[in-house]
């Protein structure tokens, strides 16, 4: 899934890079900066607020609580869900990263297209 997700990037990086490099640069930073902040605003919430707060805005109804003995609580318990949490913001934050390394170096070694 990391393949893909990484072909995804590199396909579009080749497109914007290809119709304009200013373009390319301007939305790479952009985006870059934008997945670097709410990565770090992300993880200096606790796991348990954010995992409430989440559930709140998409389940206001309550029917996301059950209880301890509850098949879905044994086959899913909050660890597998911190640790889904955490591997997703290391994703964003490498292609964040990488984002924002590509706007600054992409242009420095490609000519400018006129």
């Known amino acids: 899934m990391l393949f893909v997700a990484w072909l995804v990037l590199a396909m579009w990086i080749v497109a914007m890079v290809h ?19 709410a990565t770090v605003v992300a993880v200096s919430i606790p796991f348990d607020l954010t995992f409430q707060i989440f559930h709140l805005i998409f389940f206001p109804q309550g029917n996301w609580q059950f209880a301890t003995q509850s ?26 990263l990488a984002l924002l390394l590509l706007s600054i170096i992409l242009p420095k070694i490609l000519p400018q297209q006129s």
């Open 19 to 37: 119709k304009d490099m200013a373009l390319f640069t301007r939305s790479a930073r952009n985006a870059g900066l934008a997945g670097i902040i």
């Open 71 to 96: 098949l879905l609580i044994r086959l899913f318990p909050s660890l597998f869900f911190a640790s889904l949490a955490a591997w997703i913001g290391i994703y964003v934050f490498a292609i964040s």
